[in-house]
C-alpha cells in the first residue's frame, strides 16, 4: 500500500487562488493527491496509512525564503553578536572580544556580527582604535549588519597587507583618517582584502554548518531556501549543499552564483541546473551598489547629512550585460543587488525592452529594490522584471534610515503595494543574516512589518505602502516560487509537494501587531514531520 496520509479538521490557506480555503488534504507518497472542504469518514473510504487531525488550527503552505544566506546566517551564530542583548555599545563589545579571546587560541581570528551605528550608545561603527583596546594579539573582524561593510583592528589590517598608501579596490572604499592612516573601517569591494586571507572553512565543516541551520529553519516553516552569494571557489557551494543534505539539510535549496566567480567559464552542465534536483544553481549574482543602512547603496538624492554622499556604484551596463549572456547560456536567472534609486535605475534602463529568456519566470530579479523611481517602477513591469524586497529592513533598522534617509523618503522605501499594483512580480524574503535583529530569518516578523508597516520602536514606515496578511503570505509562498522556480512548491494543491506548517495561532483572524510572536507547531516536507513544538507541561 502506499503511504496515504489524510490531514482533517484545520483551517488551511492554501495559496492556491483557484481555492484559497481548505479543511482537509490528502497525501499520497509526499505530494498532496486531494484538497478542499470534506469529512474524515468520507476521505477514509479509500485506503489511508494515517490520519492526523490538525484540531482547527491554522495551515499554510511551507514558507520559501527568496534571499538569504543560510551558511553566513549558520556561521553568524557561532560568532560574537554585536547586537542586544549582548551589545549595546562599542565597549560592550571591546568586553565580548577580550572574553572570546580568553576561549581562543593564540592568534586565532575573533569574528564578530551585526553591528548596526543606530543602535550603539556611540552612534558611530566600531574603529581599528576600538578594536585594538580589545586585543593587539589576534586578528579581529567585525561585520556590519548589512554585509557591506567590515571594521578590523591593526593586526588584520597587516596581515593583509592594507597601510596608507594601500588605494581604494574598484567598487570598494578604504576609510583613512585625517592622517592618511586607514581606519580599519571597509566598505563593498574593499572588504575582500580581508576575506581573502580568512581561515577557510572545510566543505566537511561548511556542510555540517548548515545541516545544524536546518531545524532551525524548520522552525519557522521555511521548507525551501535559497543562497544568493554562492560560490564557486575556493569551495563550490553546489558540491558543499548537496554533502549538506547527506547530513541532514532538509530544505530544498537554489544556488545563485557569483558572476564574477563563473564568468571566465560561464557554462554550466545541465544537471547542474536541473530544477527537479533538490539542490540546484538557479541563477547569477551581480552587485550595483550597496546598503542604505550603512551609507553605500547608490543613490540620488544623496544621502541625509552634510556631505554629498551618493554611495558606491559596483557595476556597469556592459557588466550587467554580460552576466544576462551568460544566464541567458544557462537558462537561469540573473539576480541583481540593488537598493538605491541609480542602482535601480541602471538595472531597469540596460534590460527595458528587451525580452526575457525564460519562459515560465522572470529572467531578471532586483534584489532589495528598496528606492525605485516612478519610471523605474513602469518599465520593470513593462519589462517583466520581479522585485525582491525584504519587509524586516524598515521594521529592523529603522534607526539607520531615518539618519540616512529622513522620514519621508524612509515611508516611500520599499513601496511594496505600489510595486504589486503596478503588475511587478514580487516575493519576500529576510536576506538573514543581514539585518539588525536578533531572530533575523522568521517570516512571521517580516509579515508583521508588511502588513503594518511599523517599526518594531512603534515608528510608522509608511502605511500607503503596507498589503494585508493574505498578500503578505502569498509573497512568502506562492509568489516566491513564481520568482525562485522551484517546482511543485509555494501553494497547496494537487501535485504539489506536502510542504506545509501549523501555526499556534490563526495568522489571519489576530492584531496585525502580534504577527511577530506567531509559532509553528508543526513543519511538513514532503508530508514528513521534521519539526514538532514541544510541548512544556504546567
Not at 567585525?142 to 588605494?167: E, F
Not at 545544524?212 to 571557489?233: C, F, M, N, Q, Y
Not at 543574516?433 to 512571521?444: G, S
Request: proline share 5%; charged share 25%.
Amino acid at each position: 500500500m502506499k503511504d496515504t496520509r489524510i490531514f482533517y479538521n484545520g483551517q488551511i490557506f492554501t495559496s492556491n487562488p483557484m481555492m484559497p480555503y481548505a479543511n482537509a488534504m490528502v497525501v499520497r507518497e509526499g505530494r498532496v493527491t486531494w484538497i478542499g472542504i470534506g469529512e474524515k469518514k468520507d476521505l477514509e473510504e479509500e485506503l489511508v496509512s494515517h490520519s492526523i487531525d490538525l484540531q482547527g488550527r491554522r495551515v499554510l503552505p511551507g514558507f520559501i525564503d527568496a534571499h538569504l544566506h543560510p551558511l553566513y546566517l549558520a556561521n553568524a551564530s557561532k560568532q560574537i553578536a554585536c547586537t542586544p542583548p549582548i551589545v549595546y555599545s562599542i565597549q560592550d563589545l571591546v568586553l565580548e572580544i577580550r572574553k572570546r579571546q580568553e576561549s581562543q587560541s593564540t592568534g586565532e581570528w575573533i569574528e564578530s556580527w551585526g553591528y548596526d551605528e543606530g543602535k550603539l550608545t556611540e552612534k558611530r561603527a566600531p574603529t581599528r582604535v576600538d578594536l585594538d583596546r580589545a586585543t593587539t594579539d589576534a586578528p579581529v573582524i567585525v561585520t556590519r549588519t548589512c554585509g557591506h561593510i567590515i571594521a578590523v583592528n591593526s593586526l588584520a589590517l597587516k596581515l593583509a597587507g592594507i597601510d596608507k598608501d594601500t588605494q581604494d579596490p574598484p567598487g570598494g572604499n578604504i576609510d583613512k583618517d585625517s592622517n592618511g592612516e586607514p581606519t580599519g573601517i571597509l566598505r563593498e569591494s574593499a572588504r575582500d582584502l580581508i576575506h581573502a586571507i580568512l581561515p577557510e572553512q572545510s566543505i566537511e565543516e561548511s556542510a555540517i554548518s548548515l545541516a545544524e541551520l536546518s531545524p532551525k529553519l524548520s522552525v519557522h516553516g521555511i521548507t525551501s531556501i535559497t543562497d544568493l552569494l554562492a560560490r564557486k571557489e575556493p569551495v563550490d557551494y553546489l558540491d558543499m549543499y548537496n554533502e549538506a543534505r547527506e547530513k541532514g539539510l532538509k530544505q530544498r535549496t537554489v544556488l545563485y552564483y557569483n558572476w564574477d566567480d563563473i564568468k571566465e567559464q560561464p557554462s554550466l552542465s545541465k544537471q547542474k541546473t536541473n530544477r527537479e534536483k533538490a539542490v540546484h544553481i538557479g541563477g547569477v549574482k551581480v552587485f550595483s551598489d550597496g546598503s542604505v543602512s550603512g551609507q553605500t547603496a547608490w543613490v540620488n538624492p544623496p544621502f541625509v547629512g552634510g556631505k554629498e554622499n551618493y554611495g558606491i556604484p559596483t557595476t556597469s551596463e556592459t557588466d550587467l550585460l554580460a552576466a544576462a549572456e551568460g544566464a541567458k547560456q544557462n537558462n537561469i536567472q540573473l539576480v541583481v543587488h540593488a537598493m538605491g534609486e541609480q542602482a535601480i535605475d541602471l538595472i531597469v534602463d540596460t534590460f527595458y525592452n528587451k525580452k526575457g529568456w525564460l519562459k515560465d519566470a522572470p529572467s531578471i530579479r532586483i534584489e532589495h529594490a528598496a528606492m525605485p523611481t516612478k519610471k523605474a517602477i513602469k518599465r520593470a513591469a513593462e519589462t517583466g522584471i520581479a522585485f525582491v524586497p525584504q519587509p524586516i529592513f524598515l521594521f529592523a533598522e529603522i534607526e539607520s534610515y531615518l539618519q540616512n534617509l529622513g522620514t519621508i523618503r524612509t515611508k516611500q522605501a520599499y513601496p511594496v503595494q505600489t510595486m504589486l499594483n503596478a503588475g511587478i512580480k514580487v516575493a519576500f524574503s529576510s536576506d538573514a543574516p543581514a539585518t539588525a535583529w536578533a531572530d533575523p530569518v522568521n517570516p512571521f516578523i517580516g509579515i508583521q512589518a508588511a502588513v503594518t508597516r511599523i517599526a518594531y520602536d512603534g515608528t510608522d514606515t509608511g502605511q500607503d505602502e503596507k498589503v494585508d496578511v493574505s498578500t503578505a503570505i502569498t509573497l512568502y509562498t506562492r509568489a516566491a516560487q513564481e520568482i525562485t522556480r522551484i517546482p511543485d512548491v509555494g501553494q497547496l494543491a494537487p501535485g504539489f509537494h506536502a510542504d506545509f506548517i501549523v501555526l499556534d495561532q490563526d495568522i489571519l483572524h489576530m492584531k496585525p501587531e502580534d504577527i511577530g510572536q506567531v509559532q509553528v507547531e508543526e513543519t511538513y516536507i514532503s508530508g514528513e514531520l521534521v519539526h514538532q513544538k514541544e510541548i512544556v507541561k504546567q
